[in-house]
């Protein structure tokens, strides 16, 4: 093997990596060893700010193949043709914690999967949930303000947690989920994902469908107890990271079976739940799950940081055949992801090897900015219309159009004949076996316990009675017993 030679920023050879030039064997250090400057400069700007939520996570490549036909409700490209394959790169995340945090926590974890297609990226960031704590976007900065370290105390407090529940009854069907088995994922191979959001699709003819994706796990679901979470934390705090990392390089590639609910637009007004409200689910009796393809993660990334840190995905991007619905949390999405990208990673993140189109090509007028590095060829012009076949529009949208109505103004959700904050959440306690009704009680009391306040663990309560009466009496006897304690 032929010894590389190590060289400074600007390919110059590096003559000593081990001793500073100094004045003399024991003298101070000399200014002029620009090697010693810009190794500490470069050291001093490795970090970059972490993402606001979901700082920690884990990814890898795979690809995407079809195994159902699906054309008569999309008229998207990669799922046009049964066994289609797409290259993928998936990040996992947990979402309350910094970078430096534990994997084996109580926690929802994010699922962002981004399809690189031949008509453009395609990103789906989903959690492991099939729903969310809130319903509109405007309540989530002071959601994740409650889930995150305290701005005095330097911790996760579970007062400020209890607090924003306590005052946000929609969240009672998200916690019940939580606070059950798959709160704690075993490792991030045996969880489903989920869209969460009903998202659109349009077919060939127009026609538009609301749609919500299941990812179903092939290694099983696995979950760990508090206790069993708590003892892993202490002995390998990157358990997921180890695991998905490990399970990739020895060829258990993972894989998960994508299905889909599917209702038609017309359906959506008179549906019994808001279709387009993210704290409920669609029941698989009104709208079964259709099967569509197979997701496999077969690479690792080369470098964590180049690609999973820098990863970058946007509910905005959609591909022709898929949009959004009116779904209000997903609308606020549909602006936070790339703006937090331009914040985090800078203008032309999308140049980025991990966010570039890898099937289709990027070809606009956007320029310049930081770190530029797609320019187009030398005769390209940057302005738009031109006369010189640049670039132009399709006069096609990507998905179908929706008739809206009404007022301009702030308003609640519309609540739909079944809607309420609490039925959903005792159907979800209602399907548990009374074992998992065991743990579920034990862990919102051990949380709940916990709070100061009387007040905020009585309307956290009242959510659990209103769900479902034993729920709430079990509940209610289990903090009562541990505060006692
Ligand atoms: C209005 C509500 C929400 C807002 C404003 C919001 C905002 C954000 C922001 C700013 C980031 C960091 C993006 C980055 O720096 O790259 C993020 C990450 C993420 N969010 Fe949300 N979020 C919301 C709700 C949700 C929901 C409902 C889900 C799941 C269904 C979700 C899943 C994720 C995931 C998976 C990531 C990590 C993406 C990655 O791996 O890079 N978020 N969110």
Known sequence: MTQRVLTTESGAPVADNQNSATAGAGGPILLQDG????????????RIPERVVHARGSGAYGYFEVTDDVTAFTRAGFLSEVGRRTETFLRFSTVADSLGGADAVRDPRGFALKFYTDEGNYDLVGNNTPVFFIKDPIKFPDFIHSQKRDPFTGRQEPDNVWDFWANSPEATHQVTW?????????????????????????????DAYFVKYHFKTNQGVRSLSADQAAELVGKDGSSHQTDL??????????????????????????????????????????YPLQRVGRLVLDRNPDNVFAEVEQAAFSPNNFVPGIGPSPDKMLQGRLFAYADAQRYRLGINHTQLPVNAPRAATADNYGRDGLHATRYGSRHDKNYEPNSYAGPAQTDTALSAPLPVQGWTGTHEAPAHTKDDDFFQAGELYRLMSDDEKARLIANIAGGLSQVTRDDVIEKNLAHFHAADAEYGKRVEEAVRALRED
Not at 247 to 274: C, H, K
């Open 35 to 46: 090697h010693l400057l810009e190794k500490l400069a470069r050291f001093n700007r490795e």
């Open 178 to 206: 939580l606070m059950g088995d798959r709160g704690i994922p075993a490792s991030y191979r045996h969880m489903n994902g989920y869209g969460s959001h009903t998202y659109q699709w349009t077919n060939a003819e127009g």
């Open 245 to 286: 990392l490990q399970a990739i390089e020895r060829g258990m590639n993972p894989s998960w079976t994508l299905y889909v609910q599917l209702m038609p637009a017309a359906e959506a007004a008179d549906y019994r739940f808001n279709p387009f409200d993210v704290t409920k689910v669609w029941p698989h009796a009104d």
